[in-house]
């Protein structure tokens, strides 16, 4: 059956929009038409979505879903419902919270065994490089065979705080691009100085410091911008396609933006985090907001909405990442609390309602930073990321004027808290839909209902690095 979509608006340059009707079949679009433009045939479903706002359906580049392995704290099957709730068609999960971690075919393979029958909506997966793996003689055949089975990007930690996940030195760093550029397939790096952050955190810890700013000094600016030095030096050295996850740090993408001026093959992504919070309000909400790396300063959150509007910023992610509540996050320490907020559902309304009814990026540029270019980087261009014929009918229906509030009994991940609570965003979802199936539809009166379990389907890096 086809099914056509009337009654919508698209965006249409800038912040303008303009009418269409979307003609989908067999899971993708056929035609963006002009309304009245064409006859319905008899053989179409006709869905009107009422004059709303319909965007293409998000990519979150990075979250944690943590299955199998730490199911306490996240599973695929509420991942995917909470990402459905919020507008994400397509999520990419990290190697590294899962166990066996998706270091090798085998492991990779065990993984899909577990997620696939629980996924409601599309998906890639990250392979990883660590310390454990390079263990392993065989871990350049390994990374080999990760690259072939059509991983987004590999994952490295510059410091992790994973036993099962250990992070890299220069020399290690320097292989794995070595491998990864001959592969084509690009690294994403978190980026922080190691030396840096553990003499700092031993000096804290011994003098008895215990305040969430603690936790920052433990993990200051200087240590991002280090850090994320030193991959752009070694992107030019390997010539190796380097991406640093969530950066959080201003000086740090002022770093990052003069070496790509220059050539090197680097970018980055942000979090809704980084751009809504400052260290005032982790003093404040304490372990709630504590992540890593840690909110900065307002100068830094400034920086980074400017260079998301500039293109400095490739796009955002939200690095997904529950901890089980409340145990896990209020354990007695800053230092032993977990480390990571779940975003997946509220990154696309906290973006449209302070990013783009603020003034501070366009509509358009929304489109680029939630769809297209995370579908770039990702190699499924050709797939996911637009609306345009031949591409998945993955899409978004939006109420931009809608302003609700957000409280964490309302969301839809298993362990539900937010630093967002209490937080008004204007903007809401109101469906999201999976090639041209809905996976999420929230009725004028509040009532909710989901796609099946199981519906969605692994995608692979379909085009090289670019």
Known sequence: MRRRFINLRIPAGGSETGPAELLVEDGRFVA????????????????????????????????????????????????????????????????????????????????????????????????????????????????????????GSIKVYMLSGMDTFRDLGRDQLTEILRETARLGVPVGVHAEDRDMVHALTTRL??????????????????????AVRTMCELAVETGARVHIVH???????????????????????????????????????????????????????????????????????????AGQWPEEKHTGSIWTDYGGVPLVELSLPYLLSEGVAKGRITLERLTEITASAPARFFGVERRKGRIAPGLDADLVVLDEDETWTVRPDDLHNLNRYSPFDGRSFRGRVRATYVRGEPVYVRADDGTETFGAAGYGRRVRRETPVS
């Open 247 to 321: 950066l959080a740090t201003g000086r740090a993408l002022d770093v990052l933006t003069e070496f790509r001026e220059d050539g090197a093959a680097v970018s980055a992504e942000t979090c809704p985090q980084y751009l809504a919070f400052t260290d005032e309000d982790l003093c404040s909400l304490g372990a709630l907001l504590k992540t890593a790396p840690v909110v900065k300063s307002a100068a830094d959150r400034d920086r980074l909405w400017e260079g998301l509007a500039a293109g400095e910023l490739a796009y955002v992610a939200t690095d997904h990442a």
């Open 32 to 151: 963006v038409e002009a309304p009245g433009s064409a006859a319905t045939e008899s053989a179409e479903e006709t869905i009107d979505l009422g004059g709303r706002l319909v965007l293409p359906g998000v990519i979150d580049g990075h979250v944690h879903f943590d299955d199998p392995g730490f199911t306490h704290r996240e599973n695929f099957e509420t991942g995917t419902r909470a990402a459905a709730a919020g507008g994400v068609t397509c999520i990419v999960d990290m190697p590294c919270t899962s166990l066996p971690p998706v270091t090798s075919r085998a492991n990779l393979q065990a993984k899909l065994a577990v997620i696939e029958p629980k996924a409601r909506v599309d998906f890639l997966l990250w392979g990883g490089a660590s310390e454990n793996a390079l263990e392993d003689p065989d871990w350049r055949r390994n990374l080999e065979d990760i690259a072939a089975e059509g991983v």
């Open 205 to 226: 810890q011994a003098e008895g410091r215990e305040d969430p700013l603690d936790y920052a000094a433990s993990r200051p600016p200087e240590a991002e911008i280090s």
